[in-house]
């Protein structure tokens, strides 16, 4: 390796990085955007830098652009690492090419490209046409692992759904007259916490709605996450009490109940005076592929499913779920009619279960949270 070309890997790993931990600070706050950041240097030492504040605002690039003349710098002739492919068209906001054409950028290092095969490698071809100097980044695999909820969701049209549990040692997450509090302990309710943060959407299913009447919301300190944070019930019938928590609490208006066809006229209209109501062109069972591309197409790129055992089973059993994130108390509770994590009908051969990768554990006191991506079979 020559001396530029070590020189360029230190200084990808500098600025790069710099960029990736610039992005990490809007994490759970751009959504359907991605998160990104970006750097601007010259002469080896950053003059400028930014991140993606919030869909609507401007990008990490012309955050990094306008911090740079902030601090009395010139964005001409410098170098910009930037953790995911320029924007190369109109939205909410201008293209983000366009802007670095216009301040003279010299260089563009890229993180990560852009998912959308409708886009992908199109702002570095512009640029490119331009006279712009393009490489990629040798931290692209950290670069796309930003944005695992928008990179599904911009190339499937459907959120990211992972399924959330705590349960006993003994996979209970409840005893047989339905006590479930807590079984998990302070740390690992707290991370539970940290999941909502990061995510667009709780669901649940009526079950657990009418045994715990959950408020579903973000307890923390976080007015970004508490205005955005969305709460789906599966109620093909449309029976749960008008005075549940999700109904009458302040933030209602983010509620969604999901009925079918068949729910009562007046169970319906009951609910659309307080709440979204969602009628699914199902007379029976609720079609989780309608729900999820609904869920798509109104920009909810993350779903996490809390349950209970019915509701975990329907997606991770069909195939709906792409990740899990089980914690595990110090517990033994048993029981036949104590309630499951995951119930449902089962697998019934060995062969056919859901095989998990990518696990990954962590010691949250002494509950165990064990995360993990499910294998698509």
């Known amino acids: 390796m020559n001396i530029l ?44 830098e930014g991140w ?55 260089t563009v290092v890229v993180g990560a490209i852009d998912p959308n095969p409708k886009h992908a490698g199109r702002g570095l071809d512009l640029l490119i046409a331009a006279g712009v100097q393009v490489r990629r980044s040798s931290l692209e695999a950290k670069a796309t692992a930003l944005n695992p909820a928008f990179n599904h969701w ?62 579903l919301t973000f307890r923390a300190k976080d007015p970004v996450t508490q205005q955005r944070l969305r709460r789906f019930v599966l109620d093909p019938t449309a029976r749960i009490p008008i005075q549940s928590k999700v109904i009458v609490d302040d933030p209602h208006g983010l509620t969604t109940i999901v009925v079918n066809q068949s729910a009562a006229a007046n169970r319906v209209r009951a609910l659309q005076n307080k709440v979204n109501v969602w009628v699914c062109p199902t007379k029976t069972k609720l079609d989780l592929d309608w729900v999820l591309a609904e869920m798509g197409r109104n920009n909810i790129t993350a779903l996490l499913v809390e349950g209970g055992g019915e509701t975990n089973a329907e997606f991770l059993l069909n195939g709906y779920a792409q990740r899990i994130v089980f914690f595990y108390a110090p517990l033994i509770i048993g029981g036949r009619e104590a309630k499951k994590s995951v119930a449902g009908l089962g697998i019934q051969r060995i062969k056919d279960a859901i095989p998990l990768t990518d696990l990954r554990m962590r010691w949250l006191g002494v509950d165990l949270m064990l995360s993990a991506r499910v294998e698509t079979r």
């Open 154 to 215: 911009i190339v499937t049209g459907r959120p990211l759904v992972t399924v959330k549990a705590a349960m006993s040692l003994d996979g209970k997450i409840a005893t047989s007259t339905g006590e479930s509090k807590w079984i998990t302990g302070e740390k690992a309710r707290l991370e539970g916490m940290n999941l909502r943060r990061k995510t667009d959407a709780i669901l649940v299913g009526v079950n657990t709605l009418v045994a715990d009447d959950p408020s």
């Open 5 to 48: 070309a070590k020189s360029q890997k230190v200084d990808d790993t500098t600025f790069m990085g710099r960029a990736i931990t610039l992005a990490r600070r809007s994490l759970g706050g751009t959504s359907p955007n991605p998160i990104v950041g970006a750097v601007l240097v010259r002469a080896r030492k950053i003059i400028g």
């Open 52 to 106: 993606h504040r919030g869909a609507g605002l401007p990008h990490a690039e012309v955050e990094a652009i306008q911090n740079c003349v902030s601090r009395g710098n010139k964005p001409r002739g410098a170098i910009l690492y930037v953790t995911l492919e320029p924007c190369s068209t109109q939205g909410r906001t201008p293209a983000c090419t366009k802007a670095i054409l216009h301040a003279g950028i010299k």
